[in-house]
């Protein structure tokens, strides 16, 4: 069975630092492209950042560029997401997902259950 | 970057009637890059529908997509009670992507 597990997210104060992974099983997860994507409390969702399957490409919405860094190791079958300077707003619920392929941008399927990440002073 | 408007925010109809949900974007969705999601409460975004069209794996046939340009629809052919739920619509063909607000579809 293909599936995503999240993991790292907690309570920080404003300003702090989380780490998240993702666990990925049931795939071979260097043959695909990876993407963090958050949904602040009742909210919608909101695309943060992308990793090509060779780390070679990478992007990061506007709004977390220069505090968040996307990683990968597909030896150990896991994706990452280092958080810096953290924000009130950056508190959502962090989901991985995976994309169609191994580069380019395509539709996301399957998604992990999601890790809560709640940023207060 | 393409923003997606989706309307109506909640639609209230009953099992067995027919769903239209509408996703409008603010600039022309290129080689018809768009995807369809449905979540339920406390569970993660599931894929329904990619490249406007093509039914994800395990997903009913009840359940079509279709549009061109700028605007886009899924449709609910026949709702059944696990259907009711948010659905998203999003774009990959320009970057960012972008998602839709969502439409929230409620038993009525």
């Known amino acids: 069975e293909v599936q995503l597990v999240e993991s790292g997210g907690g309570l920080v104060q404003t300003g702090g630092s989380l780490r998240l992974s993702c666990a990925a099983s049931?795939?071979?997860?260097?043959?695909?492209?990876m993407n963090w994507v958050r949904q602040a409390p009742g909210k919608g969702l909101e695309w943060v950042s992308y990793?090509?399957?060779?780390?070679?490409?990478?992007y990061y919405a506007d709004s977390v560029k220069g505090r968040f860094t996307i990683s990968r190791d597909n030896a150990k079958n896991s994706l990452y997401l280092q958080m810096n300077s953290l924000r009130d707003e950056d508190t959502a619920v962090y989901y991985c997902?995976?994309?169609?392929?191994?580069?380019?941008?395509?539709?996301?399927?399957?998604w992990g259950q999601g890790t809560l990440v709640t940023v207060s002073s | 970057e393409i923003v997606l408007t989706q309307s109506p925010a909640t639609l209230s109809l009953s099992p067995g009637e027919r769903a239209t949900l509408s996703c409008g974007a603010s600039?022309?969705?290129?080689?018809?890059?768009l995807a369809w999601y449905q979540q339920k409460p406390g569970l993660a975004p599931r894929l329904l529908i990619y490249d406007t069209s093509s039914r994800a794996t395990g997903i009913p046939d009840r359940f079509s997509g279709s549009g061109s340009g700028t605007d886009f629809t899924l449709t609910i052919s026949r709702l059944e009670p696990e259907d009711f739920a948010v659905y998203y619509c999003?774009?990959?063909?320009?970057?960012?992507?972008?998602f839709g607000q969502g439409t929230r579809l409620e038993i009525k």
């Open positions: 997902a995976r994309d169609r392929g191994s580069s380019g941008w395509y539709w996301f399927d399957p």
């Open positions: 990793i090509s399957s060779s780390s070679t490409t990478i």
């Open positions: 049931g795939f071979t997860l260097s043959s695909y492209a």
């Open positions: 999003q774009q990959y063909g320009s970057s960012p992507i972008t």
């Open positions: 600039q022309r969705v290129s080689s018809r890059y």
